[in-house]
């Protein structure tokens, strides 16, 4: 198993602003996702975070808006930049090892923006 | 394309009845299926995986390749399994259908 933390767990932002939330794992893990659940909704996957390169984002999120560091194997950020209040949702981290298909999830961060 | 369907957004069923949670995937190949639950304040965690063939909290699921499905059940529902319920699919990274919300009634 991995042990995942978020930092912050919570936040209220205003719109215009930028707010970067912070994934750190107890190991090392090849493999970090960023997902986003609005509320009442299923988790959608906004961007797999590659450690070394440019993160893999899928269709509908843009690196413009979601800028994902990786700079090593246990700890990712993702900035939710120029919110709005559609931004308002829980940001949630996950962790892979390669070969094994089994997630391990953060405790979310759960971002409001007025 | 991979895709995993759930059909039901909310499931309720009465306590000590039998729970049956759907789950019907798309996928080209041999597929690696996992549900996850997410308790009430509680992060997502993984409930079981197919290949494991294990009983988790009283729930079983058994994949089967004819009808692509691989439903989550438990022959007496308890209170403390209200929860959402998300069937999931692995390939290079995990697809994960759009949940069930499961609420058991008292």
């Known amino acids: 198993s991995a042990v995942i933390s978020q930092k912050p767990s919570r936040d209220i932002c205003q719109r215009g602003t930028s707010l970067t939330i912070q994934c750190q794992v107890d190991s090392q893990v090849t493999m970090m996702f960023w997902y986003r659940q609005q509320p009442g909704q299923s988790l959608t996957l906004i961007a797999t975070a590659n450690q070394g390169s440019e993160a893999t984002y899928e269709s509908g999120f843009v690196i413009d808006k979601f800028p994902i560091s990786r700079p090593n194997l246990t700890f990712s950020t993702l900035t939710v930049s120029n919110m709005s209040p559609e931004d308002s949702s829980i940001y949630l981290c996950?962790?892979?090892?390669?070969?094994?298909?089994?997630?391990?999830f953060g405790p979310g961060t759960r971002l409001t923006v007025t | 394309a991979q895709r995993v369907t759930q059909p039901e957004k909310l499931l309720s069923v009465f306590k000590g009845a039998p729970v049956e949670l759907k789950c019907n995937y798309s996928y080209s190949g041999s597929p690696e299926l996992f549900w996850y639950v997410q308790y009430s304040r509680q992060r997502l965690q993984l409930l079981l995986r197919h290949i494991s063939r294990e009983s988790i909290k009283g729930f079983t699921a058994d994949l089967n390749k004819g009808e692509t499905s691989f439903h989550l059940k438990k022959p007496f529902a308890q209170e403390e399994d209200s929860a959402m319920y998300y069937c999931a699919l692995g390939d290079d990274k995990i697809i994960f259908g759009k949940g069930t919300r499961l609420h058991i009634l008292p």
């Open positions: 996950s962790v892979q090892r390669t070969g094994i298909y089994e997630q391990y």
